[in-house]
């Protein structure tokens, strides 16, 4: 278990290293996994938000132009896969000329939501309204098709060659709309296409989409772009109707693993069918499958 070596990490990142290379080099791995994007992300959080203070005209105009393609689309309900600290969707929120009946964003590192809480108080958005979680963009603790739409911010972009897992699972979800923004391979130049095999980054997201059964309505490059080796691309994708869901407004947890629902009981959140617990700390539901406690007995105690 890489978790055995979080000091040796923690050092290494305090060294300015590449700590996902370095974990890749002792996994053996050629590609990023969850658990070496997981632990990046921990080590990174905090400086996401500090970057965002420093660049808030970019941020302004980068929310803006995303805000500008869901306002477009007339989505009721809005979530962020990877939304890191929440500085791309506190921005898009304030963008909008519609406030969502529906808000919320989750990622896979616990201190990163954390981080993400604090910013969205900062921009003036309440824990109330925005309902931020820890989970694995794989294995989404939400009900089938019961948000307008779901959205990325270059949070798809480290998972070449899970292409297929991660849209599955936002297809599912996805009720009307699927908007990326991410690094395209197919219309990148050589020198970023070198850059993307070397970091790993995701390859034909409009084609897995279409082969999953989504319609791409529009694939191009995006106006803005902080890294010139690393342009944006923005992506939509129009979800197949599905008459029994065209009427769900409200945002569901759901146990990631067996997908039967969770309810809200003492601080946690418990699965009535599936005898799984999940734990709060400190604000933040932790929904990822390895969060999943078994408390067979749970009700015996109610």
């Not at 506190?90 to 964003?105: D, F, H, T």
């Not at 292409?163 to 990326?180: D, N, P, Q, S």
């Not at 897995?208 to 191009?220: D, F, N, P, S, Y």
């Amino acid at each position: 278990m890489i978790s055995k070596q979080l000091k040796k990490i923690s050092d290494i990142y305090k060294e300015g290293k590449n700590i996902t290379q370095y974990i890749n080099e002792m996994k053996g791995a050629k590609y990023n996994d969850t658990e070496s994007i997981l632990i990046a992300y921990e080590f990174q959080s905090g400086s996401y938000s500090e970057i965002a203070r420093k660049n808030s005209k970019f941020r302004q105009e980068y929310t803006n132009k995303i805000a500008e393609v869901i306002d477009s689309l007339e989505a009721d309900t809005i979530c962020e896969v990877g939304v890191g600290e929440a500085t791309t969707l506190s921005g898009v929120v304030k963008q909008l000329k519609r406030s969502p009946a529906v808000i919320c964003g989750f990622d896979l590192s616990w201190s990163r939501i954390k981080y993400a809480q604090k910013f969205c108080i900062e921009e003036g958005l309440s824990n109330k309204s925005t309902h931020l979680f820890s989970a694995d963009m794989f294995a989404i603790p939400l009900e089938d098709k019961c948000l307008d739409l779901l959205y990325t911010s270059h949070s798809l972009e480290p998972n070449r060659g899970r292409e297929e897992e991660a849209l599955r699972e936002l297809i599912r979800v996805a009720r009307k709309w699927i908007v990326l923004l991410e690094p395209s391979y197919e219309l990148a130049g050589e020198e970023q296409r070198e850059r993307m095999d070397k970091l790993g980054y995701v390859r034909d997201l409009p084609g897995t989409l279409e082969r999953l059964g989504a319609t791409v309505v529009e694939h191009k490059l995006f106006e803005i772009h902080s890294n010139p080796l690393n342009k944006t691309a923005l992506t939509i994708a129009k979800m197949p109707i599905i008459e029994e869901y065209k009427m769900k407004t409200q945002l569901a947890y759901v146990c990631p693993i067996t997908k039967m629902p969770l309810k809200y009981i003492n601080n946690c959140f418990f699965g009535e069918e599936c005898l799984l617990t999940y734990p709060i700390i400190e604000g933040v539901p932790c929904l990822h499958p390895q969060n999943a406690i078994v408390t067979a007995r749970f009700p015996d105690f109610l």
